[in-house]
């Protein structure tokens, strides 16, 4: 199978659910025109995936992978005694499950924590197109280590900042990663979690949760009300979690 690669002008009016993913990529790399083509030909149209959903099951055998087109997906471990633990965040323009390209599995389960939309895309698809593409297939294998990276930032939270940095981190994070797709600037974004989300993110009960959003408002830092986190002093917020983007790797630099 060749990809047919369309001539002229861009093809986002046809695809829209492609545009965050470019955006991502685009913050790091070039992406030509017709890697922009070979990937818009690849992505299917976009599902519709209610709030609570596992949309992906542990173990379940995967011959595609997930585009996060609107919404948030959550990288869950569901325990025996029923807790919850997630172990990343998903943000549009996202691979969710980019991984089981590899692995045709997931070790963990993707679940939508919101209502979201999905375009997926067959493994054989980008077999063909990175084959056609060396470069397309260096910039996907580029995401799956930016998630790895991100879980090594969330496993320093867990295992060595206080709860309130911890939530910070959290927030700073989902700032700069949502900024990069047009979601967010430095007042704010949009965050359609409930305390409890956050904390099976932070590995935090949801009351303490609740005190440390209440902290960081008295503090002045942030607030987090109706869906939707309001950053009132961007230095401080940082300066409190320690945070640096640079584990995000927003310089451009050929891949």
């Known amino acids: 199978m060749v990809i047919a690669i369309a001539d002229g002008p ?23 025109a017709a890697e922009e ?3 818009r030909s690849i992505v299917e149209p976009p599902q519709v995936y209610p709030a609570r959903r596992m949309v992906i099951e542990e173990n379940e055998p995967l011959d595609r992978s ?34 089981s390209f590899t692995l045709k599995r997931l070790d963990h389960g ?24 060396p470069h397309l297939g260096r910039l996907l294998w580029f995401s ?24 910070a981190h959290l927030l700073c994070e989902l700032q700069v990663r949502l ?3 047009g979601l967010a600037d430095a007042t704010g974004y949009p965050l359609a979690l409930t305390q409890n989300d956050l904390a099976n993110c932070l590995g935090l009960t949801s009351v303490h949760v609740n005190r440390v959003l209440r902290e960081l408002r008295e503090r002045r830092l942030v607030t987090f009300r109706g869906g939707h986190v309001t950053i009132a ?10 945070f640096s983007p640079d584990y995000l790797f927003l ?3 050929p891949r």
């Open 10 to 32: 861009s093809q986002t009016g046809a695809t829209p659910w492609v545009d965050k993913l470019l955006m991502k990529l685009r913050q790091r790399d070039d992406v030509s």
């Open 37 to 39: 083509a070979a990937l």
């Open 66 to 99: 997930g585009l996060l087109v609107d919404g948030l997906l959550g990288r869950v471990k569901n325990m025996r005694d029923g807790q919850q633990h997630i172990s990343e965040l998903h943000v549009p323009g996202d691979f969710a499950d980019l991984h």
């Open 110 to 133: 993707i679940l939508a924590l919101t209502d979201c939309r999905i375009a997926w895309t067959k493994h054989s698809a980008i077999v063909t197109a990175i084959e056609q593409f």
């Open 144 to 167: 799956t280590n930016l998630d790895a990276a991100i879980h090594r930032a969330w496993t320093v939270s867990l295992g060595r900042r206080d709860a309130a940095a911890r939530l």
């Open 179 to 181: 900024e990069v797709v």
């Open 233 to 242: 002093d961007p230095a401080g917020l940082n300066a409190l979690a320690d």
């Open 251 to 253: 310089e451009k630099r």
